[in-house]
């Protein structure tokens, strides 16, 4: 699919979303190949990412932060996270750099913008977008990537992931740096890929159902 488009596998991060099972199954993945995992929830990822780091010998693998941050959590999410999708207010901004004071490497971000109506979402309002991403940009600690967006699942999604696209340059404009896009998750990567996604979050078409 991926040179159909005319794109290269090493274009695309697949971040596999681990959400709901068990430390075992993203050891397994590992075994197969896959580096780069996903979590939602603090609690949850916490103690697996600790697990897979002492069950799993010179591990190379990067843990994802794919969900909304509650600004307490900061300082935790950047013990383990290489990556954190959710950055979307000054709280939250401000809680991250204090948070990585002590890394050694910085901690790489995506700006999450809400395509929706529903503040309840998560993500910067697009007008907002600029201002916010120079704050961003110029934060101690952390590294911009680029945008991150889910597609609203009541509008074509065509539609949604080049408003996604569009947003991405007005991103670039602000931080040249900043050209990755997380966006794509199972049921519409393929969309995503076409509009230039360059990190996707897969969870159900790779791990199957998950354990609640």
Do not use: C
């Amino acid at each position: 699919m991926l040179q159909s488009l005319g794109r290269a596998r090493d274009e695309v991060t697949l971040v596999v979303v681990t959400k709901n099972h068990p430390v075992d199954l993203a050891i397994e993945l590992y075994g197969l190949g896959v580096r780069d995992f996903g979590e939602n929830r603090d609690q949850e990822a916490q103690p697996k990412a600790h697990d897979f780091a002492q069950l799993v010998e010179g591990s190379s693998a990067t843990w994802h932060f794919v969900g909304q941050l509650q600004s307490n959590k900061a300082k935790s999410v950047a013990s383990y996270a290489g990556v954190v999708h959710s950055v979307d207010r000054e709280s939250l901004l401000i809680a991250l750099e204090k948070a990585t004071v002590e890394r050694t490497k910085p901690l790489d971000v995506f700006l999450q913008v809400n395509l929706t109506s529903d503040p309840g979402r998560g993500g910067v309002n697009p007008a907002e977008l600029e201002p916010f991403a120079e704050r961003v940009a110029g934060a101690s600690g952390l590294n911009l990537l680029g945008i991150m967006a889910v597609a609203a699942l009541d509008e074509p999604l065509e539609s949604e992931f080049e408003k996604i696209a569009k947003l991405s340059q007005k991103l670039i404009s602000v931080a040249p740096q900043a050209k990755f896009i997380s966006a794509g998750m199972s049921q519409d990567f393929e969309t995503a890929l076409a509009y230039g996604a360059t990190h996707l979050r897969i969870g159900t078409a790779i791990t199957g159902k998950r354990n609640y």
